[in-house]
């Protein structure tokens, strides 16, 4: 007999399992939510929340300093990070009662699998509550991953979580990476008044966009005096009284008062009892387009599973987990590819905003992954600085919009733009790709005069239409 039985129970109170949850309670399901944690994950108080608070003052000064006629003062540091802690102290008990409210179940503790549809949740307390349950949902996320680097644990090096909820600013800071962290992080330090190294063991920044995005993120950071350094790694790190030195591939060294390791995330399944139902720990869970893992019962979500690391997909899949399960528990047959009941979206069209200056807005293939996919495209670019909206927009505008075509079908199949406030701009190519939508009808949709939108047209007519 367990403590408690409920028909689903979610491993991880993060926004993706919050959303697993919510959707299967509106549904009629009972439901539960195991959290060892902040009740609202990495994202609300560590990742997408805090840093996008940090970027958006120092974004907006850029923007006013390339306008001339608007007074662009010294920004204040103290009230960058006052405002950050307004949408992301680390409090959860507002979200706490969001579940309470839904008539989710919390449970405050260690949850791990003891067996088919069985979950024990170990108090901080050291007590302890067994859970049975017709469904059961992983969505633990993931946790950063520590690169093999001499010295790395004796230097109390920072994580997203360190850089995110800092105090004060350094006055120098090391960064090992040059993913989306890596750049995102160079770009508040800079212009909050650290000098920044950034270290990345690969030739290019951003290694998974449009190399031109990669090459213009890195000629900003360079020009707001970031040191950058390619193709090359951190071999070994130590303390030298105050600061970290770290030795790099080619025996020269670089110092900086502290050091933030950027260098990707491990799924966090590595103690939730994987191993009791024949998986291994430690793994990314494979999951189907139904976001399931073992037979009708045990599901998927998020950073754990095996989809695209992104919170706005995770919940994706968490919407889609949700359905499937209140589909399956009321014996209906699961619907098709643009159902409510696949993940499709993870194969065609995932997008995602760098926040960086410029940023950088995909969804999509890029070239070099859709001739990966075996398909025959046709990528034309054009400088968004050249279209009278983004003139207006910001002085000496510098900007690239880019789509991939598929030629045998005439559709988009991947589009990046590269520039000053691009961000709303992706979601016209998401609808695009995910619709696909023949260019021939998109030449029909007439952008406003005189916006950043105009692009399109001048992207189409670059494509010959």
Known sequence: ?????????VIGAGPVGENVAG???????????VEDRLVGGECSYYACIPSKALLRPVDLLAAAQR?????????DVAKVLERRDQFAAPDDSGQADWLSGAGITLLRGRGRLTGERAVEVTHHDGTTTSVGARYVVVATGSVPAAPPVDGLDTVNAWTN?????????????????????????ATVYQRL????????HGDRLLPTTEPEAGRRVQA?????????????SMTAVRRDGPDVVATLG??????????????GRRPATSDIGLDTVGLEPGTRLAADDATTVLGDWL???????????????GKYQARICGDVIVARSRGQELGGRYSHHATTAEHTAVPQVIFTDPQVASVGHTEASAGRAGLSVRTVSYEIGNVAGAALQADGYDGVATLVVDTDRGVIVGATFIGQDVADMVHAATIAVVGEVPLERLWHAVPSFPTMSEVWLRLLETYGL
Do not use: F
Request: charged letters at 15%; zero cysteines; aromatic letters at 0%.
């Open 299 to 313: 599901y998927a979500v998020g950073d754990a599973s095996t989809g695209a690391q992104l919170t706005h997909m």
């Open 220 to 232: 900003a950071l360079e020009a707001d005096g970031v040191d950058v350094r390619l193709s090359t």
């Open 193 to 200: 008044g650290a000098q920044v190294t950034l270290v990345q």
């Open 250 to 263: 080619d025996g020269s060294e670089v110092r900086g008062a502290e050091l933030l390791v950027a260098a």
């Open 1 to 9: 007999m367990s403590d408690l039985d409920v028909d689903v129970v």
């Open 161 to 185: 979580q360190e850089a995110t909820q800092v105090k004060e600013i350094p006055a120098s800071l090391l960064i090992l990476g040059g993913g989306v962290v890596g750049v995102e992080m």
């Open 23 to 33: 959707r299967a309670q509106q549904q009629g399901l009972s439901a539960a939510v």
């Open 67 to 75: 306008m001339p006629g608007v007074e662009a003062g010294p920004i």
